[in-house]
């Protein structure tokens, strides 16, 4: 195996060369055969290992395990302590998420304070095969079924192309020590229960069952990639970014002949899980929505519009003093007096200056906000019915502000002036307030 796991740094892993691996040793079989096989080969490698404090006593003597081999073996050893089921409570996540981010930002984090390269992690081909049946097993796009990648930005993974078996005979030839876990011989987990149930009963079936896998697996994983490029051609026509928001146009997404598929393929890395109700959206009327913890997709007459969650609170009010000649939060707009007026537009209005009460506020709308719109003497309107009346949808609503002089609406800015503080033929001060 040794000469096998040389060849295959050569072919797959040649930027390993010169550099620093830290490689992740819980004590178990696969990882003592991984840091083994690194040593023979003189590599530059340092240990890091895990306390979960999962296991009682248990999980001390892995600790003390690793110590000493490392000690003995001249190798340096970074060891740390996790209270996991605290921190899986208190984020309300498995203990096995808990476990897993916990490992990994301390790995990443002994990457830059250590001065190493890469981490090593001891995944084989068995591992590969438990995870495709656990995603198959729960429902999962192809992208659950292409494996474990061999590597994954700084993660290196460099046993997946080796069994069980080989590992196991590696270190029988070899003499290697290791700790056994416990929690491995339970049917607790759906791991376990994979590997020692199904996987059994695949091999029994098929002695080469490994083998027609990883070609299988190839074949899925070229097609994944064709997948991705015909995604973003199609996104290319269908999408279209403005500011923070993404615009899917629902004409030319339904003439598309698998458009669910399209959209999962766009959605996913944004964490929606909820994928029926993605796609009844499509159909649904408009103001319907759907939400993933940090986005909305909403849908919005021929459009479904992704934008970020605004989590901040929608009471934020911002200032003006009465010679205050230009704003740059939240909105670009310049005050300035002027003698003549030109034609009221949408970016900018002409006050009677005499009606202004300062501060002036710049403030979202709310509900039950009302105006008198420019040219309807006396007249009030709700914000709300000017909205639907300019068919802006949800978003250009939560966007919209409000220039306000003490509790009146002066400009609904973008939108419309009120009529209450219009120039009149005898207003001695007239101020242009334009939106750039």
């Not at 000017?386 to 509790?407: M, P, V």
Request: glycine share 4%; net charge negative.
């Amino acid at each position: 195996m040794l000469q096998k796991f040389q060849n295959h740094l050569l072919h797959n892993f040649q930027f390993l060369n010169g550099k620093k691996i830290l490689l992740a040793t819980s004590g178990g079989k696969d990882s003592m055969v991984m840091v083994h096989l690194f040593q023979q080969l003189d590599y530059k490698i340092g240990i890091a290992h895990c306390n979960f404090q999962l296991r009682g006593m248990e999980s001390f003597e892995d600790q003390n395990f690793v110590q000493e081999y490392a000690a003995t073996n001249d190798i340096p050893v970074f060891i740390t302590q996790f209270d996991t089921k605290a921190f899986a409570e208190d984020y309300k996540i498995s203990t096995q998420v808990a476990a897993r981010e916990l490992r990994y930002n301390w790995f990443y984090e002994l990457l830059e304070s250590e001065k190493f390269d890469y981490i090593g992690t001891a995944h084989h081909a068995d591992d590969n095969l438990e995870t495709f049946l656990i995603n198959l097993s729960r429902g999962t796009g192809l992208e659950g079924l292409t494996g474990i990648p061999e590597q994954n930005e700084k993660v290196i993974r460099p046993l997946l192309a080796f069994n069980q078996e080989e590992m196991e005979e590696y270190a029988r030839l070899n003499n290697i020590q290791w700790r056994e876990d416990s929690s491995n011989a339970s049917d607790k987990y759906l791991r376990n229960k994979i590997r020692h149930h199904l996987v059994p009963m695949l091999k029994e079936l098929n002695p080469n069952f490994l083998s027609s896998f990883h070609k299988t697996q190839m074949y899925l994983q070229e097609a994944q990639v064709m997948v991705e490029d015909a995604s973003i051609m199609i996104y290319q026509q269908v999408a279209k970014q403005k500011e923070d928001d993404i615009y899917f146009d629902l004409k030319k997404l339904k003439k598309l002949p698998n458009y669910k598929s399209y959209l999962y393929q766009w959605l996913k890395e944004f964490e929606f899980s909820a994928w029926d109700d993605i796609y009844d959206l499509v159909e649904s009327q408009s103001g319907k929505y759907i939400f993933s913890p940090e986005y909305r997709l909403l849908k919005d007459r021929d459009s479904l519009i992704l934008s970020p969650i605004n989590f901040e609170i929608n009471e934020e009010k911002y200032f003006i003093n009465e010679n205050q000649k230009e704003v740059k939060v939240p909105l670009n707009l310049t005050f300035c007096k002027v003698a003549d007026i030109n034609l009221t537009t949408n970016s900018a209005i002409f006050v009677d200056a005499d009606k202004l009460q300062y501060p002036l506020i710049l403030r979202r709308w709310n509900e039950g906000d009302s105006f008198q719109p420019f040219g309807m003497n006396g007249k009030s309107k709700k914000v709300s019915k000017l909205f639907k009346d300019e068919k802006l949808s949800l978003i250009e609503k939560e966007n919209s502000w409000l220039l306000c002089s003490n509790d009146q609406i002066v400009w609904i800015i973008g939108l419309r002036q009120d009529e209450r503080f219009r120039i009149e033929n005898t207003t001695k001060n007239r101020l242009k307030i334009q939106l750039e």
